[in-house]
């Protein structure tokens, strides 16, 4: 009898946890009225002056709207007000006028006013924030010597509020692409008072104050975001309730749940599923403008000699990954990618064993048992570990070196690379706007997000030139100078292509957005 | 008369007697062995994958890391027997080499836990007293640490250290050491328990009246007769650490590419297990086959060793 109590007990403890304890990944919300996308890993921050991933970037172009965005109706990608009504240039684009919208309310009923986005933009360029994306708002005057710590007074830079409703931009020199840096996440607007208020736990959902056509809701950190419709949204309201973002990195359990009918889009593909799945109606591809590459940290030996950068990237046969992975992948040498101005195939590092051979020769290690085990690190992923296992093999070929691989989840392996990267390191690009300045700003010398310690003055001065020049063959001439630096002289970085998005979208999902800004904006969608 | 013939008849007996040769315990194990048929099948089957991951060189139809573009993701074919993984390379060569690997790690680490364990154990279960007392709440504190942070910790220290320059041995010593440093544990306490029970036998007294060295009583009189129950220990420890080496791989702290195990391969095969079976098939098949075999040689040689223990 006695026994029997104590097994009924257990049992009740263990039934009664059954029911407390919810069922992972359940969140009991309306089928109907919910879009399940996975994003496959936690977003590293949702602060959006200080991110720099896409992840952190889909749910924040979700939750966040700035002054413009895309028309991707427009096949020349042309721009259209956000929270813009109307902007304009002075005769020589060096200065921009906006006026906002009136009565757009933040998800606290609090009004969005131009002061917003100066604080927002203050924000990203004081040198306290320390944002990788600051070197954006460079071309406005003295926001350099601002972010630089040369200028302590903000109202010194080019950045004027020129009443509750209409800002004003004054920039060092013309820049043609301007609007399209105002489309990003690192420009959106931001309330000082919240930030104040909740320090870094800002983002968290019970603190956040967003504007967008949907807020934050629940962030059940590595499993799940829950973003809800903003009801006071001031344009169309999304037809739909709820987005769920599933952090799911595993991509084969992910496709398992989309077969269930538990996602709705998956939008990374294991490539080497791709030539079947590929095959399937819910199959979506689009080009994007996208770079995938190798940077060389060169202060670590022996990468700091530019002949063994040199060597190592006229080894790698590009053709042959992009064979691999069969998904459309276009081999890249050059650093502007394809589809975009200033693009040209044949700059960079071609293909050729025996002058790779020669080079790391001429380095001093003819001998190659010198060369110490070269380290390749990349973010876990299928897809990144089939590129580096075939750039590991391609290196003892064709260079007869030994390359160890080092993965690391994708949170730590951009502080990795921030602070101590490897000698290679695998590195994505993925164009913010649609200008060259976009892809080669990133490599100089006080950008944030170029992670190579490389920095040459010559490279410095042709982008900063090239920003400010309007006559197109001139701007050309000195991409593809600085192009030639950077991919034939100096070599700190190897190009290797330029990718194609694959995803999985399912049949019930209508009007989702496939673009070659790879932009994941949710608003328009429908479900059926 | 009638006095010889009993004589005789006592004779032909003793000569009987002498006669029949006398068997070693080992030798009496080794009959009882032979008559069971699964232990002598799988004992052949381990005694194969061991020469396959000794000559996989000669065996292997190409090199295991040997990238074909033109062959990615190949069903079986008659130029590749098992197909082709994601990189184009052949699966057979890598199954064979991936013996090699799993079969290595297996062993060198059993031998090495056995080393240390058996040392270990003898010490604290024959010296008895405090220092036993000590020696064993040193296990238990190292038993209690989950086996995997320890496993991690021993293998991320040891990756720091560096020690190997060849590629290959660097690739699986790092796993054989830290695994072994977790699987000694389990032998010391074995060793250290048969160490006592054989303390208390007449034949360790005698030694001990005759005055022999206590070092020389533990290996000539208390090893040999305690080594049945840690070989059958042994045979069951062997597929543990091919899992163990297969979850460490998986979790990326396991074998470095190219270089692969069976665990190796068969959490990439699961990758694409969707598409292209044949990848975690023919891996997983190679594991489960030699686990079997191990464990019904392990069964086998407990019989033999310690009849008693049988049908129990």
Request: aromatic share 12%; net charge neutral.
């Amino acid at each position: 009898m006695k026994a029997i109590n104590i097994l009924s007990i257990i049992l009740a403890v263990f039934l009664s946890m059954g029911c407390t304890k919810k069922k992972k990944g359940d969140y009991d919300l309306d089928p109907k009225e919910t879009f399940v996308v996975n994003i496959t890993s936690e977003p590293p921050s949702l602060d959006w002056n200080k991110s720099t991933d896409t992840t952190s970037a889909l749910i924040q172009d979700n939750i966040m709207e700035g002054l413009l965005e895309y028309n991707f109706d427009d096949p020349d990608l042309g721009l259209k007000g956000s929270l813009a009504k109307n902007w304009s240039p002075n005769e020589d684009a060096t200065k921009w006028t906006f006026e906002l919208k009136k009565d757009v309310k933040w998800i606290d009923g609090i009004e969005v006013t131009a002061q917003q986005f100066a604080d927002g933009w203050e924000r990203l360029l004081n040198p306290l924030t320390a944002s990788e994306y600051s070197y954006f708002l460079y071309s406005i005057k003295n926001a350099r010597e601002y972010n630089q710590g040369k200028i302590k007074d903000f109202s010194e830079v080019g950045i004027k509020v020129t009443g509750p409703h209409s800002l004003e931009v004054t920039l060092v020199g013309p820049q043609s692409y301007f609007p399209y840096l105002l489309t990003h996440h690192s420009t959106y607007p931001i309330r000082k008072d919240v930030i104040k208020k909740h320090g870094d736990k800002w983002t968290d959902p019970e603190n956040i104050v967003t504007n967008g056509p949907f807020r934050l809701k629940v962030w059940d950190h590595d499993k799940a975001i829950i973003l809800e419709r903003n009801e006071i949204y001031y344009g169309e309201k999304p037809k739909f309730k709820n987005i769920l973002a599933y952090m799911i990195p595993e991509m084969s359990t992910a496709i398992n749940l989309f077969d269930k009918g538990q996602i709705d889009a998956q939008l990374v593909l294991p490539s080497t599923e791709l030539p079947v799945l590929k095959k399937r109606a819910e199959h979506l591809e689009s080009g994007i403008l996208s770079l995938y590459y190798f940077g060389f940290n060169v202060k670590k030996k022996p990468m700091d000699n530019p002949l063994v950068r040199k060597a190592i990237s006229h080894a790698i046969n590009r053709n042959e990954v992009t064979k691999m992975m069969a998904g459309g992948q276009i081999p890249l040498t050059s650093w502007v990618p394809p589809g975009m101005f200033g693009y040209e195939a044949e700059i960079g590092t071609s293909f050729d064993i025996e002058k790779a051979n020669k080079l790391l020769d001429d380095a001093g290690f003819k001998d190659r048992s010198k060369l110490p085990t070269i380290t390749l690190g990349f973010n876990t992923n299928e897809n990144h570990q089939r590129i580096a296992e075939n750039i590991q093999s391609q290196l003892k070929k064709n260079l007869g070196i030994n390359v160890e691989l080092k993965n690391e989840e994708w949170k730590v392996y951009l502080n990795t690379i921030k602070m101590d990267p490897p000698h290679i390191f695998r590195m994505g690009w993925l164009a913010d706007y649609p200008d060259p300045d976009n892809f080669l700003n990133l490599m100089t010398s006080y950008s944030d997000n170029n992670h190579t310690q490389w920095g040459n003055k010559d490279f410095d001065e042709l982008i900063e030139k090239a920003a400010k020049e309007l006559d197109k063959g001139k701007r050309k001439e000195y991409y593809s100078t600085a192009q030639k630096i950077l991919t034939e002289i100096d070599v700190p970085v190897a190009p290797v292509f330029s990718s194609v998005v694959h995803s999985l979208v399912s049949k019930r999902v209508k009007n989702f957005p496939n673009n070659s800004m790879n932009r994941y904006e949710f608003k328009g969608i429908e479900l059926k | 008369m009638s006095s010889t013939i009993t004589m005789a008849v006592a004779k032909t007996e003793s000569v009987e007697i002498l006669n029949k040769p006398s068997r070693s315990l080992w030798e009496d194990a080794f009959i009882r062995l032979k008559k069971n048929k699964a232990a002598m099948l799988s004992s052949y089957f381990i005694l194969f994958i061991c020469l396959v991951a000794v000559f996989a060189e000669a065996l292997s139809p190409y090199p295991f890391d040997a990238q074909y573009m033109d062959k990615v993701l190949q069903t079986p074919t008659w130029q590749h027997w098992l197909g082709t993984d994601a990189l184009g390379r052949d699966l057979f060569s890598r199954i064979i080499y991936g013996a090699r690997m799993s079969m290595a790690v297996a062993i060198y680490t059993s031998l090495i836990s056995l080393v240390i364990g058996a040392v270990y154990g003898a010490i604290s279960g024959w010296m008895g007293g405090q220092l036993d007392s000590f020696m064993m709440r040193v296990v238990d504190i190292l038993y209690s640490i989950p086996t995997m942070v320890l496993l991690i910790l021993v293998k991320v220290i040891f990756d720091a250290a560096n020690i190997f320059e060849d590629p290959e041995r660097k690739a699986y010593f790092g796993i054989v050491l830290a695994l072994s440093l977790v699987g000694w544990v389990t032998l010391a306490r074995v060793v250290r328990g048969q160490v006592l029970q054989v303390k208390q036998m007449t034949y360790v007294e005698a030694a001990r009246a005759l005055g022999a060295n206590p070092f020389w009583i533990v290996i000539r009189h208390v090893m040999p007769n305690i080594l049945g129950p840690i070989v059958v220990l042994l045979t069951f420890q062997i597929p543990s650490n091919i899992l163990f080496e297969s979850f460490l791989s998986f979790i990326g702290l396991g074998l470095q590419p190219p270089f692969s195990s069976w665990g190796v391969l068969a959490s990439s095969g699961w990758q694409t297990m969707r598409s292209f079976p044949h990848l975690i098939i023919f891996p997983s098949t190679a594991i489960f086959i030699t686990m079997l075999a191990f464990n019904f040689l392990g069964d086998g040689l407990r019989d033999a060793l310690d009849p008693q223990m049988k049908g129990r």
